[in-house]
């Protein structure tokens, strides 16, 4: 993977660690991205037989379920087209799509002051559990190019187990422990500020997501796009009148 999609893929990680930073500390004690974590915290509230915490953990796994499905259904394809070094624009398309939905929860969020109430609260996870499934998605369907973002069970091992029987050396090892401290950054980010000011800590995730999809320049690929599709279509014409 090139410079750029690394980077790209480390602003990613950095609001993924956000959002999950939030949704826990101001929105209920669940997570949005990490479903591990709230399936566990479905187990335990089972083991107590305490109905009433069942309902954020559930919200957050059918909020990432809906983003992943949308998510899945918009890139189906770009899988195959991906070449690790430039995203499908359906990618690109989906991350956009999670900035516009991350910027209206920091919306909703800063008017009711930074701390809304009971029922706020569920529907701002609900739809932070939706744009992290569908960052999820959009990063398996980038193929090649891609790599976790929201979860990092995983990511941690590959890097441990590569450390220890050689496997792992280089600037790639590099790039992956950068991605486990963007997610501890990201985090701790995001709590200063909605410690500082509540109504702006909903803010960084939407910064470093947009600032994710400009690193894919999305319009300079349109503007590619659309530039190729009049040339073949002069060419086809030009190739008709002879």
Known sequence: MNKRVQITLLLLTGASGATDALAFTALGSVFAGV?????????????RGDGAEVTGPLVALGGYVAGAACAALACRG??????????????????????VLLAAVA???????????????????????????????AMVAA????????????????LV??????????????WTAARLVA????????????TAAPPW??????????CAVACQKPAHRLRRAVTQGAGYSMHGAHDETH
């Open 35 to 47: 479903m591990t974590g709230n399936l566990v915290l479905l187990g335990i509230s089972a083991g």
């Open 78 to 99: 770009s899988r195959r087209r991906a070449a690790g070094q430039l995203w499908p624009g359906a990618v690109v398309a989906c991350l956009a799509a999670q900035c």
């Open 107 to 137: 919306v909703a969020a800063g008017v009711l002051g930074g701390r809304p109430g009971e029922g706020w609260r569920i529907t701002l996870l609900a739809c932070g559990a939706v744009a992290m499934g569908g960052q999820s998605a």
């Open 143 to 158: 193929g090649a190019g891609g790599a976790p973002t929201t979860y990092f069970t995983g990511t941690l091992t590959t």
């Open 161 to 174: 187990t590569g450390a220890v029987d050689g496997t792992g050396r280089g600037i790639g090892q590099l």
């Open 183 to 194: 997610v501890v950054g990201g985090a701790a980010c995001a709590v200063a500020v909605h």
């Open 201 to 210: 800590g909903f803010v960084p995730p939407v910064v470093l997501t947009a």
